[in-house]
């Protein structure tokens, strides 16, 4: 090996591990959450055995029909784990909206949270 090539080598060893040590790609990400309320609208049966529910939120002034099953992984929910007589129409879950604040993660992160949602004074 000539010293040209010696040289390069280096130079695109030491290029690699500097580029990998710099990127940051998914974790370490911070984000600022907000709460907001779904309004249950209807549950949908899938099957015997699963259903999704629909939702009704109004996120920055726009008003909007969500699903559980869209906005959580295409998963449904299971009937044993969580019986529709314990989703109401007309109750409010929350809908759970993260933006990033740092790092090169998902931009916009938001999902359905099957929590009872209570209004922060």
Same mark, same amino acid.
């Given at each position: 090996?000539?010293?040209?090539?010696?040289?390069?080598?280096?130079?695109?060893?030491?290029?690699?591990?500097?580029?990998?040590?710099?990127?940051?790609?998914?974790?370490?990400?911070?984000? $600022? +959450?907000?709460? !907001?309320?779904? *309004?249950?609208?209807?549950?949908?049966?899938?099957? %015997? =055995?699963?259903?999704?529910?629909?939702?009704?939120?109004?996120?920055?002034?726009?008003? $909007? +029909?969500?699903? !559980?099953?869209? *906005?959580?992984?295409?998963?449904?929910?299971?009937? %044993? =784990?969580?019986?529709?007589?314990?989703?109401?129409?007309?109750?409010?879950?929350?809908?759970?909206?993260?933006?990033?604040?740092?790092?090169?993660?998902?931009?916009?992160?938001?999902?359905?949270?099957?929590?009872?949602?209570?209004?922060?004074?």
């Amino acid at each position: 090996m000539n010293k040209i090539q010696l040289l390069f080598s280096i130079f695109l060893i030491s290029a690699i591990l500097v580029s990998c040590n710099n990127e940051t790609d998914g974790g370490g990400c911070t984000y $600022d +959450t907000q709460i !907001f309320p779904a *309004k249950v609208i209807k549950l949908v049966d899938v099957n %015997e =055995k699963s259903y999704d529910v629909l939702f009704e939120v109004d996120y920055e002034g726009r008003k $909007d +029909t969500l699903s !559980f099953a869209k *906005k959580n992984n295409s998963n449904y929910i299971f009937i %044993e =784990k969580i019986p529709k007589s314990s989703i109401v129409v007309g109750s409010k879950i929350n809908y759970v909206v993260q933006k990033i604040l740092s790092g090169k993660c998902n931009p916009l992160v938001d999902f359905i949270s099957l929590e009872p949602f209570q209004a922060t004074k």
